[in-house]
């Protein structure tokens, strides 16, 4: 009998990585990986991090795949599926759902840490807590005084009728539009750029992220507090949470895997008028003027514009592995801020660059119209 090749596996060329598997936006298996991503969620709660990541990683792999999936035998040779994920994909093929994932959506802790996580400035750890003390709606907690919120949870609950509905590309295009103008009041040398989902094309976002860069070394230095008095200065300012740059070019490389990074960076809601929308149907406007919506803003030194871009543009699992795909297959360790061959011992593109030119170098992997 010859022996098993990879001819006889019709996958053996997906990759076991997120950033080596071309990935369009249009997901043909998206029953299978909703289900595997309430798991995931669930484990998220209980901070169980192991499983939470072996289930995301699952339904990234199968957000790839080019076919629905119809059977449990045409998945197999699949990287990244354990024996839990292809028993939920197996009652889902056979029986239409799944009992474990319909059990946890089913859980009154999961439905509640759900809804208390979905607040602006609220994680697992303070909805978890909530749980513990029997609270079980938003309006219990709001109307309990014995609660104490911190300044983002306050804006999260003030705004979170409109910053829990989904931004539009239009809506992003349109506070592009005004960061613009407002950062070039600042330094007209700035360059804007929208990172994150849409600039990976998807059609709607939960927030809209922009790097800002200026060329010239220093020349960020108290780039956002400007740009910030600039949106209070307009009326247009719901809420700021500011933080310096604590990005120090000697400690570089981390020796840790990061993911968050040190640039000067600000996590916003911004008021946005319906007017300014191109394209905003009047009757989705409900008589409203303007709606508030998150914005991140980060602006690295110039000479780390290239990694930043890279790093802020997602998606999450994208990042994972493509920092894992240096580490384990090119002996390189990545971040948001450098990239660092540790055979060589020396950091690569470790190079001065304007902020426009090294536009050029990045560019995201698989073009536009991609999620992972
Ligand atoms: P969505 O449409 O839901 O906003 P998204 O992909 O844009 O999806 P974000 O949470 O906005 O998700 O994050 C965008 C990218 O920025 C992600 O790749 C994330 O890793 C990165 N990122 C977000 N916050 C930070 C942070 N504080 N430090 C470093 N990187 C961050
Ligand atoms: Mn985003
Ligand atoms: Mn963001």
């Known amino acids: 009998k010859p022996e098993a090749g990879p ?123 909530w749980f513990r003390q029997g609270l079980r709606s938003l309006e219990q907690i709001v109307s309990d005084s014995s609660i104490h919120l911190n300044r983002m949870q306050r804006a999260g609950f003030q705004y979170y009728e409109d910053i829990s509905k989904p931004v539009s590309k239009a809506e992003a295009e ?56 600039q949106f209070r200065s307009q009326g247009i300012l719901l809420y700021s949470d500011f933080q310096e740059s604590t990005f120090d070019l000697s400690k570089l490389p981390s020796r840790r895997f990061e993911a968050m990074d040190h640039f000067q960076k600000c996590f916003l809601i911004i008021k946005l008028k319906t007017e300014q929308v191109v394209g905003q149907q009047a009757e989705q406007r409900c008589g409203r003027e303007w709606r508030a919506v998150r914005v991140d803003l ?6 780390r514009y290239a990694f930043a871009l890279l790093g802020w543009s997602g998606s999450t699992q994208f990042e994972r592995d493509l920092r894992r795909f240096a580490r384990l297959e090119r002996n390189m360790l990545l971040d948001n801020h450098a990239l660092f061959d540790k055979t060589t011992r020396q950091s690569i593109l470790n190079f001065y660059v304007s902020g426009r030119t090294s536009q050029a170098v990045v560019t995201h992997p698989w073009g536009r119209n991609t999620e992972y």
């Not at 804007?192 to 860069?213: A, M, P």
């Not at 980060?298 to 000479?303: D, N, Q, T, Y």
């Open 298 to 303: 980060v602006a690295p030194p110039a000479e």
């Open 174 to 229: 349109a506070l592009g539009q005004i960061i613009e103008e407002v950062a070039n009041c600042v330094n007209p040398d700035i360059t804007i750029t929208l990172t994150g989902g849409f600039r990976r094309g998807k059609e709607f976002g939960h927030d809209v992220d922009f790097l800002l860069s200026v060329p010239g070394p220093g020349k960020e230095d108290g780039l956002l507090p400007a740009v910030i008095d």
């Open 7 to 129: 001819q006889d596996n019709p996958w053996s060329t997906v990759s076991q990585y997120a950033c080596q598997r071309r990935t369009t936006l249009y997901n043909r298996n998206k029953i299978l990986t909703d289900a595997l991503e309430v798991l995931a969620e669930n484990y998220e709660f209980i901070e169980s991090k192991g499983p939470c990541l072996g289930f995301k990683r699952a339904a990234s792999v199968l957000k790839s795949l080019p076919v629905p999936i119809r059977s449990i035998n045409g998945i197999e040779g699949l990287p990244c599926l354990g024996p839990e994920t292809m028993a939920v994909i197996q009652d889902i093929l056979e029986c239409g759902s799944s009992s474990k994932v319909e059990e946890v959506l089913t859980d009154e802790r999961y439905q509640t840490l759900k809804i208390f996580t979905s607040v602006f400035g609220v994680g697992p750890k303070t909805a978890e807590k």
